[in-house]
Nanobody, 114 residues
């Protein structure tokens, strides 16, 4: 069975940093392009970043470009999202997803507040 498990969320002050992790199982991770999404209360789920299977191509939403970095370690079946210079508007549940497939994790809560 496909499983994606996100972790690393929490409460952080504005300007702070968090590193999210997503551990995958049940499919060939090294062949899979992956994405991070987020959803704030009352809002649509939005794409934050994605990364190619080899990790050589990365894309970001304009709202996070320059602050967030997506990466992966195929030896660990893990995709990461390093989040720096966090803003209150980054507050959301963050989800891991395999591109082009209906594979989602359970999400991890990120709250940015002073």
């Amino acid at each position: 069975q496909v499983q994606l498990v996100e972790s690393g969320g929490g409460l952080v002050q504005p300007g702070g940093s968090l590193r999210l992790s997503c551990v995958a199982s049940g499919f060939t991770f090294s062949s899979a392009a992956m994405s991070w999404y987020r959803q704030a209360p009352g809002k649509e789920r939005e794409l934050v970043a994605d990364i190619s299977s080899a990790g050589d191509k990365r894309n970001y939403a304009d709202s996070v470009k320059g602050r967030f970095t997506i990466s992966r370690d195929n030896s660990k079946n893990t995709v990461y999202l390093q989040m720096n210079s966090l803003k209150p508007e980054d507050t959301a549940v963050y989800y891991c997803k395999r591109q082009f497939y209906g594979y989602w994790g359970q999400g991890t809560q990120v709250t940015v507040s002073s």
